[in-house]
């Protein structure tokens, strides 16, 4: 996933966290403002009790002054309106609060007050003619509790803002001497109103109280609330058509509530009103700024904004941590891709390091199967070769696997016989078959174009795989392959192939490790049965490249049947016929290796740093009589290559000092040179991904992988040799061995195939008959001498050294003899050995003489090969100079350096004065009786 | 004769505009425009402020500027009931209001006196009081060279012009007589049967007083020798009103003006006036400077004027054969209690609101003239901006005395309504006004 899209992803999260941290801070907020506002309004309540009870007092004040007044009136002593001022004069506590008397029937407003105008001390008369407090009349009620309350005016006596109480008095009238009735109205200053609430301000710090009258002017007038008339405020700063205003004038004008509006700062404020209890004229208004009694209902910023840098940075450390994180995992691919490398570099190394030694065992291998005679030989020759292939299989799965991990593996279309691909295809799964008592059944559509282009290997490799998977996890019963076609386009066919086998069967359940790499089914079931795990995965991988993929069908116990479609185009559309019958006849006919050709007047080169190799590789070439000449270095190998032409040559690639390519650049190089178009093939154990690219690339004809396929061998050499240098296969019999005499199987003493199996070759056997030949002479003097001596121990050693060396030749008897004699020995039982001891070595005798013609066999060997030897023939100075260095390694105990210069030599063919010497000195090293070696070279100095 | 002679304050006209130019140049206070407190900031103060109007909104809004600097002051309008004869005992109460409202016709009133012995002089240098942002028709400066009251709105006579009814016809708002003559007979053409209207009364809002009372103004000042004459009453003097009142008689006479249809449609001379302005066939409105003030508020109540809203502006009547005349005249002063408690903090206030800016904001809102030169911030207003000064004069400049003022409003009232000839009314000067 990329980057900017993790961040976004991330930043998404955070935007949902924000939202639900913002929708739940404002659920609660909400819930928390709405209880704000309740305890407010209950605040209001409190407010509206507390005015509620002043104005009762302060008109039960008024009432006071009144009853006294009109008490007096009614108890025929009333009271002129000068005395009833003056009375109030006395009766009133406050200086700050004034008494009026005010006479109903004057037009004018006139009265009369307790205090004199500010403006002349003289004066106590009142006016109320230019205060609009009255209206056109006197709207007074005369009920008791009644609280007749003017607004908020200014006293015209002091100028002071005020509020009057008022009450009806009957008061004498000194000219008529009638009553007359007045009103009294107790007159205080607003601010004392104000002060009654003043305290509500520790609870709420910028809370205002207001008193408003119906018409929404003010009583008391809190400082936020600006015009002089609360409804027309309201309308000046809030949007508020006829409905908003009439719905506000109507809500706050009949119970307690709370509304929002906006103040002149266009801030939202919060108004709780109620009206005054008994005063249905008068409200009160509590008012405080919004942001004073609630918090923010969108959101706490600061919350949000802490949360955001919260989660920003958690984002960056996260971001930081992951890029630390992506940073290793960058350096821990670097490091798995050179592991990766490494890996491949491991298998290369292993597949030149296992299919190097596995060329020299298959490929002796071969040669045993080719001439040994004896069935037990055979046999065990087969098994190796079946171990071989298996391992050989296993290598390639491992190869295979390798390339196609690393997207390396290539689909190489070429026109290929069916009928061919199809024997490989039987050949090999015949044999399991057979092995395992399976039953091979063939059903192949006789129409089946002949040939087709296709990827032949990878498509016989799929094939491959399903039929040994078939043949491992049978047990019994038979495998079918079955191979059809459908036609598909005009130049193209569909080839149907599948495998049926009645074998252990799949459970559904493992149906999905089928094609994993390195799954195997039932493990522990199957244990016995070989497999890396890998052969399924590679085949559905091929196919997959192919454009195919394997179906498979199975019931658990009872078998399985693999199949797949691959679209080829056709080449030939010759039928291939009757396949089943050909395959049958070829099983007939069925035989022995034959070489497929001969080429005596051919002549290649080998080049390959293991002489094993080479070995192999001339053996397996022997019956073709093809002329080899082999070089164990690219340097040897360039030598020969300037001096003789070659029909093909053989280069190996991973030599010491230079490697095959380099050693064809220079060969190639080379001017004049008779080898120019002789076709190179690389002999190589590389079969990685990528080398063949490589060897073509780098000028190689061809290539041949070891272990050498002797079949694929013989097919690069008629493909690459000159047409008329090739012949039909030799009908000359077999060459039967020559190694062991005649004489030696007529021998009675003498099992020789014992001798062989424990000597583990002719060649071996017939040295070791030679050495007891060569040592029999001196061994029985020696036992003769001890025994004489009394020498027990040494005389029992003895014996058992001719027990054992009897044993090897294949003499049980003799072996057996001493054996029995070498125990009285060990048991001390002298008596024995004296009786019986020289029984033994009469015996002994008598085979040393019949051993004895061996001389003659190995003197006319010897003779015959020096008569066919063409090796070089060895200079006088170079013979001194090996000598000389034999001489100076003898004297710095380099013995190794000794031994490798011997065995330099024996490569030269070395003066008849000289071979005596020669073979004192292959003794001397054989024997490591390294210091006999300078005396041998000073005799020859001398 | 100025009545205010008599009294110990007297008035000096400004005529030494320019030596008290000279001398507040000298005390040069920051009129940068930018206010700098010239107190602690953290001051806390209340100070309230006395006046008659029920509602001061402009003041309040000003408070509340105020607070941008004094966030600890609190400041209170308080509306006096019957000002006019409560103030002088308020200023005298435990409850004195700090500052409080006075007008010009106060300092010849003798019941006023308290008002002014509690009056600070504001022209203390020491109180850094910007009274260079005061235009000179609106300044007014006691005879020794005080200043104890701030001009704080001023108003104007004139007319409100339907500049979508001119745009209409493609007229342009006539700048002298002759034009306006021309504007009217087109107007009456284009089917205006009466291109200016305005409420039928002897009140200074009423039509003739906006019409030509500036004109007659002017006359006198051209012969201030007249002046004395008229103050007397002598019946001579009133041939000095007859060029405006010919002019008068002469559109009432083509039906430019109709007093009768005038009072028919128009019943006050404040709310009606404005009302029927808003109706949008009335092409020049008569009226003042308080009829102006009105028009905002009275837009969203004029239904017609909601359903078909016109661009209108303030003009004077250009009823000389040069062009009009700029009667300048302060509606509404501010002066301090000098015992007040919160002296400092009230000329702090003081100081504050006496800049353009302020000013020009308090009469934006109110939509009064700003007593400043700068009538950039109500677009109404903008013809008054650069008028030319010597057609701009106060009705003090004019040495004429209250009584003159009536006796022309009566003179031109009853011409118009055909009570009187021009002649009769020149005749009665003296006797015209009826109480």
Known sequence: ?942 | MLRFSRFKRSILITATASLMLFTACAQKPDNSGEFKPGLKTDTACSIKVAGNYSNFESLESEFERFYEYYPNASLNYVYLDDYNNTISSALMSDEAPDIYVTASWMLEDDKMGPVFENAEILSDPSLKIDLDCVRKGAKLTLENGDINMLPIFTRSYGMLVNMDIFEKNNLKVPNNYSELVDVCDKLKAAGYETPIMGANGTTVAGMYYAFDFPLFCYDVIKNPESAAPLNAMDKSAGEMMRPALLKLKDFVDKGYLNPGRCSTEIEDDYNAVIMRFFEGDVPMMLGSGDMVSGTLKRESKSEKFQSNPFKYKFYVVPIGDDGGYFLDAVNLFFSVNKNSSNLDMTNEFIRFIMREKELGNMAQIKRLITPTNDFSLDEVYSSLEGFPEDKSFSYQETGLNDAVNKEFRAAAYKVANGTLTVDEAVAQYGSLWED
């Open chain 1, 1 to 942: 996933m990329k980057k900017s899209k993790v961040i976004a992803i991330n930043l998404m999260i955070m935007a949902l966290i924000l939202f639900f941290i913002i929708k739940y801070v404002n659920t609660k907020m909400s819930e928390s403002n709405a209880n704000a506002v309740e305890a407010f309004k209950k605040m209001t309540i409190s407010a509206e009790q507390i005015v509620t009870n002043y104005l009762f007092d302060e008109q039960h004040l008024c009432d006071i002054w009144a009853n006294y007044i009109n008490r007096s009136a009614d108890a025929g002593t009333p009271m002129t309106a000068e005395e009833a001022i003056s009375f109030i004069r006395k009766a009133k506590i406050s200086p700050s609060i004034y008494g009026h008397l005010i006479f109903p029937e004057d037009t004018l407003k006139n009265g009369i007050s307790t205090h004199h105008a500010l403006k002349d001390p003289e004066d106590y008369s009142v006016s109320y003619r230019n205060i609009d407090l009255f209206g056109n009349t006197f709207d007074i009620g005369k009920e008791d509790g009644v609280v007749n309350l003017t607004r908020a005016y200014t006293n015209p006596q002091n100028g002071v803002q005020s509020i009057a109480f008022m009450n009806y008095v009957k008061v004498l009238d000194e000219t008529t001497g009638d009553l007359k009735e007045a009103i009294l109205m107790r007159v205080e200053p607003v601010s004392s109103l104000e002060d009654k609430l003043v305290f509500f301000n520790g609870e709420y710090d910028r809370v205002e109280i207001s008193l408003i009258n119906k018409d929404g002017d003010y009583l008391v007038h809190g400082k936020s609330l600006k015009n002089s008339n609360f409804f027309e405020y309201f309308k000046s700063y809030n949007q508020a058509d006829s409905t908003v205003y009439n719905n506000m004038t109507q809500e706050i004008t009949s119970d307690l509530g709370a509304m929002k509006m906006l103040n002149s700062k266009g801030e939202e404020c919060i108004i709780s009103h109620i009206p005054l209890k008994s005063l249905n004229a008068w409200y009160l208004l509590a008012y405080i700024p919004a942001r004073e009694l609630v918090a923010n209902t969108v959101v706490d910023w600061l919350l949000l904004g802490m949360v955001t840098l919260g989660l920003l940075g958690l984002l960056v450390f996260n971001y930081i941590i992951l890029m630390t994180y992506n940073l290793k995992l960058s350096e821990a691919a670097v490091a798995a891709n050179q592991a990766n490398e490494a890996k491949s570099h491991f298998l290369s190394t292993m597949s030149h390091d296992i299919r190097t030694p596995m060329n020299a065992i298959l490929g002796l291998n071969e040669m045993v199967l080719r001439d040994s005679h004896e069935e037990e030989i055979l046999a065990y020759s087969e098994s190796i070769r079946t171990a071989g292939k298996t391992l050989l299989e296993i290598i390639n799965d491992i190869l295979d696997f390798s390339k196609i991990e690393a997207g390396k593996m290539d689909i190489h279309n070429a026109d290929y016989n069916f009928v061919s691909m199809l024997n490989d295809l039987v050949n090999m799964v015949q044999t399991r078959a057979e092995e395992k008592g399976l039953l091979l059944k063939l059903d192949v559509d006789r129409n089946i174009p002949m040939v087709m282009n296709g990827d032949e290997i990878r498509i016989k490799q799929v094939i491959t795989n399903i039929l040994s998977n078939a043949v491992k996890y049978t047990k019994e019963g038979s495998i079918t392959f079955k191979a059809g076609f459908k036609e598909e386009g005009p130049e193209t066919v569909r080839l149907l192939i599948s495998v049926t086998d009645t074998g252990i069967g799949i459970k559904p359940e493992d149906m999905k490790k089928l094609f994993m790499a390195f799954e195997r089914i039932e493990e522990l079931k199957n244990r016995n049965i070989e497999g890396t795990g890998l052969g399924m995965s590679i085949a559905q991988s091929f196919l997959n490249m192919m454009g195919s993929h394997i179906e498979v069908e199975s019931e658990y116990g009872k078998g399985s049947t693999f199949s797949f479609e691959l679209v080829q185009v056709v080449k030939d559309r010759t039928p291939i016929g009757d396949y089943e019958e050909t395959f049958r006849n070829s099983v007939l006919e069925r035989k022995k290796y034959k070489e497929s050709f001969t080429a005596p007047e051919a002549r290649i080169l080998a080049v390959d740093d293991s002489e094993v190799n080479l070995f192999v590789f001339e053996n397996l070439l022997k019956r073709t009589k093809v002329q080899i000449d082999t070089a164990t270095s690219g340097d040897e190998g360039i030598v020969l290559y300037k001096q003789r032409k070659y029909d093909v040559i053989f280069l190996d690639h991973m030599m010491p000092d230079k490697d095959g390519i380099e050693t064809l650049m220079e060969m190639r190089e080379t001017p004049g040179t008779l080898n120019a178009r002789t076709p190179v093939i690389c002999f190589t154990a590389n079969a990685i991904s990528g080398m063949r690219e490589i060897y073509i690339s780098s000028g190689f004809d061809d290539y041949l992988t070891k272990p050498v396929d002797p079949g694929r061998l013989e097919a690069l050499l008629l493909k690459y040799l000159p047409k008329d240098k090739i012949a039909p296969a030799s009908e000359e019999k077999e060459e039967k061995s020559q190694l062991i005499p005649e004489f030696i199987y007529g021998i009675e003493a003498i099992d020789v195939n014992t001798g062989c199996k424990y000597c583990g070759s002719d060649k071996v056997y017939m040295s070791t008959l030679e050495k007891y030949l060569e040592n029999a002479k001196k061994n029985r003097e020696d036992i003769e001498g001890y025994l004489a001596a009394g020498d027990l121990k040494n005389t029992t050693v003895k014996i058992h050294a001719l027990k054992s060396s009897s044993r090897l030749i294949g003499a049980l008897k003799l072996g057996d003899f001493a054996e029995r004699l070498e125990k009285a020995g060990d048991a001390g039982d002298k008596a024995t050995l004296d009786k019986e001891l020289g029984e033994l070595l009469d015996q002994y005798g008598k085979l040393v003489r019949e051993l004895e013609p061996l001389q003659f066999y190995k003197k006319a060997a010897e003779a015959e090969s020096d008569a066919a030897d063409d090796r070089p023939v060895i200079s006088e100075d170079d013979l001194k100079k090996a000598y000389n260095d034999i001489r100076e390694s003898c004297d710095s105990f380099d013995y190794d350096n000794v031994s490798d210069i011997v065995e330099s030599l024996g490569k030269y063919r070395l003066p008849e004065n000289e071979k005596g010497r020669f073979e004192a000195l292959k003794k001397a090293v054989d024997d490591f009786d390294y210091e006999q070696i300078p005396g041998i070279i000073s005799g020859e100095e001398q």
